[in-house]
């Protein structure tokens, strides 16, 4: 039996990017010689441009509370695959992961599967071989044609909506709706909340006579909130994830009938590394780190690190892959912040000079400039001083390189 670490090896020189295509046909047909029936446990579904990750980790908490047990399936991972694929709030093991590739390998045959498509399949066959009330399952990339999406959801969410993969999905937040509306299931229920896609979604869900309804929330200056529009009225603290997520899982644990009188206590203890993740180092520099590639999810990183009082000077180190929109992710950028650019390697990779020219051609200050974060820190550790606040986003593998540095760990 081969390793996962040789499985990983031999997946990412089999299908490399350029090779994958969207679509169920090939995926179903290697499904269906697999042991990937959830059998009694109902099926959650989570699509959406921002707040998936978020929102399965919510839900998750509240399965928990209810003593549920539960798996939950992410994509990306930050630091080892296995994040993705968690029972009961544990990663699997690198051995038994390898021991589901060896099923999926040995169902697969001559069929062609990506990376992601080979891998889900080992997830689902790992979840079918536990006793679960709940699989909690994130989609990768739109809806439709996903992989995640050949489970029937009991009960689909649809998070915030915005303009990214746009190669794979569609040029306009509409057309990335109708995507994501796929993972809908005629006569289930659905949530979402109020947004600009909510017509176009509704829409889809009246096509396919889903259930959909809308969660609301209202966030108050302190960060506080009240969240309704599934039965009650919930009034949460300050959370360290989004509203809007905490909101969603709230109405998809009432629908699955999970519940427990701490809700908001449960939600209030959800982190997600990488997700406005703060560190302290050892000059008293402050420092946030977060994923958000999109220009939603740095609006929403930016609204938030507003709220931070700082003595000290404000700086945004940014890194974004070649097919991101850095045009509007500059935009939403603090215009009060010094602004940094680094560049990311590899074929999807973009250097730190073309995304300064992308920055000057829209009006942006480039304050340093750094080919890549080693070197950036390096610098910045003798210009940055105690009060200063920073924050490192664009990319999973920035934040995840960030994260294992020295004076961040």
């Given at each position: 039996?081969?390793?996962?670490?040789q499985?990983?090896?031999?997946?990412?020189?089999?299908?490399?990017?350029?090779?994958?295509?969207?679509?169920?046909?090939?995926?179903?047909?290697?499904?269906?010689?697999?042991?990937?029936?959830?059998?009694?446990?109902?099926?959650?579904?989570?699509?959406?441009?921002?707040?998936?990750?978020s929102?399965?980790?919510?839900?998750?908490?509240?399965?928990?509370?209810?003593?549920?047990?539960?798996?939950?399936?992410?994509?990306?991972?930050?630091?080892?695959?296995?994040?993705r694929?968690?029972?009961?709030?544990?990663?699997?093991?690198?051995?038994?992961?390898?021991?589901?590739?060896?099923?999926?390998?040995?169902?697969?045959?001559?069929?062609?599967?990506?990376?992601?498509?080979?891998?889900?399949?080992?997830?689902?066959?790992?979840?079918?071989?536990?006793?679960?009330?709940?699989?909690?399952?994130?989609?990768?990339?739109?809806?439709?044609?996903?992989?995640?999406?050949?489970?029937?959801?009991?009960?689909?969410?649809?998070?915030?909506?915005?303009?990214?993969?746009?190669?794979?999905?569609?040029?306009?937040?509409?057309?990335?709706?109708?995507?994501?509306?796929g993972?809908?299931?005629?006569?289930?229920?659905?949530?979402?909340?109020?947004?600009?896609?909510?017509?176009?979604?509704?829409?889809?869900?009246?096509?396919?006579?889903?259930?959909?309804?809308?969660?609301?929330?209202?966030?108050?200056?302190?960060?506080?909130?009240?969240?309704?529009?599934?039965?009650?009225?919930?009034?949460?603290?300050?959370?360290?994830?989004?509203?809007?997520?905490?909101?969603?899982?709230?109405?998809?644990?009432r629908?699955?009938?999970?519940?427990?009188?701490?809700?908001?206590?449960?939600?209030?203890?959800?982190?997600?590394?990488?997700?406005?993740?703060?560190?302290?180092?050892?000059?008293?520099?402050?420092?946030?780190?977060?994923?958000?590639h999109?220009?939603?999810?740095?609006?929403?990183v930016?609204?938030?690190?507003?709220?931070?009082?700082?003595?000290?000077?404000?700086?945004?180190?940014?890194?974004?892959?070649?097919?991101?929109?850095?045009?509007?992710?500059?935009?939403?950028i603090?215009?009060?912040?010094?602004?940094?650019?680094?560049?990311?390697?590899?074929?999807?990779?973009?250097t730190?000079?073309?995304?300064?020219?992308?920055?000057?051609?829209?009006?942006?200050?480039?304050?340093?400039?750094?080919?890549?974060?080693?070197?950036?820190?390096?610098?910045?550790?003798?210009?940055?001083?105690?009060?200063?606040?920073?924050?490192?986003?664009?990319?999973?593998?920035?934040?995840?390189?960030?994260?294992?540095?020295?004076?961040?760990?």
């Amino acid at each position: 039996m081969k390793t996962w670490r040789q499985w990983e090896a031999d997946l990412n020189r089999l299908t490399p990017p350029e090779q994958i295509v969207l679509g169920l046909e090939r995926v179903r047909t290697v499904a269906a010689r697999l042991p990937i029936v959830p059998g009694g446990a109902r099926v959650c579904t989570i699509a959406g441009t921002n707040g998936k990750g978020s929102t399965v980790e919510a839900l998750g908490a509240l399965a928990r509370a209810a003593g549920c047990r539960y798996a939950q399936y992410t994509s990306p991972h930050l630091f080892r695959f296995t994040e993705r694929i968690r029972i009961n709030g544990e990663t699997v093991s690198e051995q038994a992961l390898a021991a589901a590739c060896d099923q999926v390998e040995a169902a697969r045959g001559e069929t062609f599967l990506t990376f992601f498509e080979f891998t889900t399949l080992a997830a689902f066959v790992l979840f079918a071989s536990e006793k679960l009330d709940l699989w909690i399952l994130e989609v990768g990339l739109g809806g439709r044609l996903d992989a995640v999406n050949l489970m029937d959801a009991d009960v689909s969410v649809i998070t915030q909506i915005g303009l990214d993969h746009q190669v794979f999905l569609g040029d306009t937040i509409d057309a990335i709706a109708r995507e994501k509306a796929g993972i809908l299931r005629p006569g289930k229920p659905a949530w979402t909340l109020k947004q600009p896609a909510t017509e176009t979604l509704m829409a889809a869900a009246s096509a396919c006579h889903a259930k959909l309804e809308t969660v609301c929330c209202q966030e108050h200056e302190d960060g506080s909130a009240d969240v309704w529009g599934f039965g009650s009225t919930v009034s949460l603290p300050r959370l360290s994830i989004p509203i809007p997520s905490a909101a969603l899982a709230l109405a998809a644990a009432r629908q699955l009938g999970l519940s427990c009188e701490t809700d908001a206590a449960v939600l209030q203890t959800v982190t997600l590394t990488g997700r406005l993740t703060e560190r302290i180092d050892r000059q008293g520099v402050r420092w946030w780190f977060d994923v958000a590639h999109n220009p939603q999810a740095v609006a929403y990183v930016m609204s938030r690190w507003k709220r931070v009082t700082t003595p000290g000077r404000r700086v945004v180190v940014l890194g974004l892959l070649a097919d991101k929109d850095a045009e509007a992710v500059i935009q939403a950028i603090d215009p009060g912040a010094d602004l940094i650019v680094v560049g990311l390697a590899g074929p999807r990779g973009r250097t730190a000079a073309a995304l300064a020219q992308v920055a000057l051609q829209e009006g942006r200050t480039v304050w340093r400039s750094f080919d890549t974060l080693r070197l950036a820190r390096q610098t910045l550790a003798h210009t940055l001083q105690a009060g200063d606040a920073v924050v490192v986003l664009g990319s999973f593998y920035m934040v995840a390189d960030a994260l294992t540095h020295d004076d961040f760990l």
